[in-house]
């Protein structure tokens, strides 16, 4: 066999090389900032404080976010392969493969939380109110959504330049970092409270390591791969949208009434102990979290994309309903 056939797509022989200090330090934190999701305070989770309406929208809130949890084990777990497989520097490998591993974590407070409160839900879920039949079927319509997304997203590594998709990470950990410290603040059960502060500390060393590959990667990009990544961002807050803002109809294909109870669930879950914030102030959160950090994109050459229905400005990117969407998750 020749070299070049041994070469390509082989993890070997390796490297352990630095190139970007900012990131070998953002993956080196996520040692000590090490937590356990076993060690919750669990006893407060407990069905007897809570209404059945109550529990079951504790679990929709939290299936849905493990929607994008689970889309960013996958993401970056394939990321992670993906970077040792074409030879990226060693702590691009490292930090990939850490958040991946903090995505499982983010995952298993959902799944813990989920079989507390309202077993087997979502995967064996049996309905007995309408309420209970509304957010089944939510979530399931959700799920559903998020096979077509992740089909063109694994496509996606074929297409385009493993650069330009690592390039666009960080928009996510935007949105993540903002929404886990809203529900934390807002939770007054213990568990949400506990997990959520801890959540939010991943996702700001998340929200640092990719603004990190960003930097170091957008230094080599030529004007047009720039515009690609505006493209993705837009992309992005497409995407994220159900669980950041509500569902925004050019990708999500959802029943008539699904925002409806999904904001009944979503009241009712707030007034039950697990702080998710009303729309209205999400969406404004939303906004300021990524004017705080359009300066540091803009200063890269890379165009902010306007986002109408949030209120940013920026530069117009089109977006076909049912076009395919090439973003990164949680
Ligand atoms: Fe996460
Ligand atoms: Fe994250």
């Given amino acids: 066999m020749a070299d070049s056939e041994v070469d390509a797509g082989n993890v070997f022989p390796g490297n352990w090389d630095v190139v970007s200090e900012t990131l070998l330090k953002t993956y080196e934190l996520w040692f000590p900032q090490n937590w356990s999701p076993v060690d919750l305070p669990w006893q407060e989770c407990d069905p007897k404080n809570f209404s059945s309406d109550e529990a079951v ?13 689970k889309s960013g084990i996958g993401a970056f777990g394939a990321a992670a392969v993906q970077a040792a497989t074409h030879k990226f520097e060693d702590p691009t490998k490292k930090f990939l493969s850490a958040v991946a591993f903090d995505e499982c974590r983010h995952d298993e407070v959902c799944r813990r939380a989920c079989a507390r409160v309202c077993p087997n839900f979502p995967y064996r879920f049996k309905p007995q109110t309408e309420l209970e039949e509304k957010a089944h079927r ?17 496509q996606a590594w074929g297409k385009y330049p493993l650069e330009l998709i690592f390039s666009s990470f960080f928009f996510a950990e935007i949105g993540a970092q903002l929404i886990f410290k809203e529900v934390g603040e807002r939770s007054t059960n213990g568990v949400y409270s506990t997990a959520f502060r801890n959540i939010t500390r991943d996702e700001s060393r998340h929200l640092t390591g990719t603004l990190a590959m960003l930097e170091r990667l957008a230094g080599e990009m030529s004007a047009d791969q720039k515009g690609m990544i505006t493209r993705q961002l837009k992309h992005g807050f497409i995407y994220l949208s159900p669980l ?16 409806e109870y999904d904001r009944k669930l979503e009241e009712l879950a707030a007034a039950s102990g697990l702080g998710v914030p009303k729309v209205e102030d999400r969406k404004d959160a939303w906004m300021k979290a990524i004017s705080r950090h359009r300066s540091k994109i803009e200063d890269l050459g890379i165009p902010v994309p306007e986002i109408k229905e949030i209120g940013v400005e920026g530069l117009e990117v089109s977006v076909k309903k049912g076009e395919d969407i090439v973003a990164t998750p949680l």
């Fill in 57 to 69: 929208a504790q679990a929709y809130w939290l299936s849905k976010l493990a929607l994008f949890e």
């Fill in 138 to 154: 939510n979530i399931m319509a959700l799920y559903d959504n998020g096979r077509r997304y992740w089909s063109a997203f694994n």
């Fill in 244 to 259: 950041l803002f509500k569902p925004m109809e050019d990708f999500w294909k959802l029943p008539p009434d699904f925002f």
